[in-house]
């Protein structure tokens, strides 16, 4: 398989300009992931404005891999309804684990990462940013479910 | 008289290893992840296959011709292994790998021996199979692990040593070879130093015996382990050598077939060494490709192999320390270090360079290498890894640097 395949324009692009990069001020809650195989780090910031993403940010450092997908992750979330933003996370999911045909709409510049499938070892990699912001809503709605 | 030996026929060499030939990503192998695992020889192949097509039996049970052979396959494997390592051959135990070595070592002599504040004394570059068995035992005795630091030139610190090995030391396990750094350690002279202070020694050897052909009696230690797959042997086979009293004071690891003398329903009692140690039916084919292995270094020579990894290693500095952004982790003098370089190249992720290297079918090794207190030591979270054997060329260095220079452009 060509390198380019993997690693493609648009990936590589987030890599060197992540979008949303960076701590998030008035962070609802921040979760910190890892990723013991290639030693990526993620710090994703969150904010709901009821049930919307307000504002997302990550701080990160770690392969290219793990790193882009997590800047697609913000953007692709960011403004959006809490409840398509896990759809979008589930269709990453599939992608990644090759199970049925790709949702492009849902996944935007996520369709991108389709050659990495074919990693299994850098599949954890761009699943990281997403079971990040996975984590970080559950802990956001269980707060605010508390608080109501 | 000292003789000065012909170098290496590296054409010669390679012809021996099949894989060789193999052809990764539409380019030939450039196959540079020797200390993660050796290639095996068709000698190696070869005699596990005649093993397994003409001789095959379990060993020390059968009375018939095939248990005969197989027996005699297997002790004669162990005389030669205890003969490269300078251990006696009762004294010669198999396992399954350096972490069995290891593990055999910290149950069996460290749970009998070590006390409420006892002190295991390791370095900051040990592999994980050789901190993570003690820290097991020490939490089942209450003895505590310390470490001896490593210096800014990434050697250990032997000032520090003085001041660490002291009476509750019982034990000082060491790499005599850096499977990260490369660094070399002073294995005999922290022996001595750990002897005086009244401590036992444990060498773990993963490295040093396949590369740098260390032994037992010479390094002056204890126990020492290694594995045969990094030797050009098959995986699933290493051994501890240790000294023969010591081992024969020690009460058995594993239970099960062959390391017993008499069974009864409620007790057993158990056999000589080395078979104590060995529960259960070993990997004799395993064995079998491992002496065959020794006898393969053997024929070519320790001294002429560790010859050509300080070349290529020599060189292999010399063109890394060219290229811009690109820092290498382990000492500079090429007599101080094995057959490997770590490194890192700019803010480039090991990951991505030995993806993008990968593609023009070059391997090495990219992560913590089984070392994460090294690697937090050093502050990074992963390196890049090139390492050499016998087989191993210049041109494949020339390979090495200019898929670099492809992954710095591809990342730029």
Redesign the interface.
């Known amino acids: 398989?060509?390198?380019d395949d993997?690693?493609q324009e648009i990936i590589?692009d987030h890599?060197?300009k992540p979008r949303h990069p960076g701590r998030l001020e008035d962070a609802q809650v921040e979760v910190h992931h890892y990723n013991p195989?290639?030693?990526?780090?993620l710090t994703v910031g969150l904010r709901l404005d009821g049930d919307q993403v307000a504002a997302v940010a990550v701080e990160g450092?770690?392969?290219?891999?793990s790193q882009a997908a997590a800047s697609v992750m913000t953007e692709q979330v960011t403004g959006r309804p809490l409840g398509e933003a896990l759809d979008q996370a589930e269709a990453f999911r599939r992608l990644m684990h090759g199970e049925g045909e790709p949702d492009e709409e849902l996944l935007g510049d996520g369709i991108a990462f389709k050659g990495v499938a074919r990693?299994p070892?850098?599949v954890k990699?761009a699943l990281l940013g997403w079971m990040a912001f996975k984590d970080a809503a559950t802990r956001a709605v269980t707060d605010e479910e508390g608080r109501a | 008289m000292t003789t000065v030996s012909a170098p290496l026929d590296v054409a010669a060499v390679r012809g021996d290893f099949p894989i060789l030939e193999r052809r990764v990503?539409g380019h030939p192998l450039v196959y540079l992840d020797s200390a993660a695992t050796s290639q095996k020889p068709a000698q190696v192949l070869g005699a596990m296959d005649a093993y397994y097509r003409r001789h095959n039996a379990n060993v020390h049970r059968g009375v018939h011709t095939l248990a005969e052979e197989a027996t005699h396959l297997f002790e004669e494997a162990r005389g030669k292994v205890a003969r490269f390592v300078g251990a006696s051959e009762r004294a010669t135990v198999f396992t399954k790998n350096v972490s069995e070595a290891v593990n055999l070592v910290a149950y069996a002599w460290g749970l009998r021996n070590l006390r409420q504040g006892d002190e295991i004394l390791v370095t900051e570059m040990e592999h994980h199979s050789n901190l993570v068995p003690w820290q097991l035992v020490a939490g089942m005795t209450g003895a505590k692990v310390r470490a001896v630091p490593v210096t800014g030139d990434y050697l250990l610190d032997l000032d520090a040593l003085d001041g660490l090995l002291g009476e509750r030391t019982r034990i000082v396990a060491v790499s005599a070879m850096s499977n990260v750094l490369g660094t070399v350690n002073p294995v005999a002279e922290i022996a001595e130093r750990a002897h005086a202070a009244g401590a036992l020694v444990l060498a773990d050897a993963a490295q040093a015996v396949p590369h740098a052909g260390v032994r037992l009696d010479t390094l002056g230690v204890d126990f020492l382990g290694f594995t045969g797959h990094k030797a050009l042997g098959p995986m699933g086979v290493g051994v501890l050598a240790a000294r023969e009293e010591l081992l024969e004071s020690m009460e058995p690891f594993l239970g099960g077939g062959e390391m017993i003398r008499d069974v009864d329903i409620d007790r057993f009692t158990w056999n000589t060494i080395p078979w104590r140690f060995e529960a259960g039916t070993p990997n004799v084919a395993e064995a079998v490709g491992l002496g065959a292995a020794v006898d393969y270094l053997q024929g070519l020579g320790m001294d002429r192999v560790r010859a050509h990894e300080v070349d290529v290693t020599g060189y292999a500095l010399k063109r890394l320390g060219e290229i811009d952004g690109l820092r290498i982790y382990g000492p500079s003098e090429v007599e101080h270090r094995g057959g490997m370089v770590s490194f890192t190249l700019g803010d480039?992720?090991?990951?991505?360079v030995a993806?993008?290297l990968d593609?023009d079918g070059i391997a090495v090794r990219a992560?913590?290498h089984c070392a994460k207190p090294l690697l937090r030591r050093l502050g990074v979270?992963?390196t890049t890894r090139a390492s050499f054997y016998l087989y191993s060329t210049t041109e494949e260095v020339d390979a090495l640097v200019a898929g670099l220079e492809k992954v710095r452009r591809?990342?730029a």
């Open positions: 398989m060509p390198l993997l690693y590589l890599y060197k195989v290639c030693g990526d780090e450092k770690g392969c290219s891999i990693y070892v850098r990699c | 990503n480039i992720h090991p990951h991505d993806q993008v593609a992560g913590h979270q992963a591809f990342f």
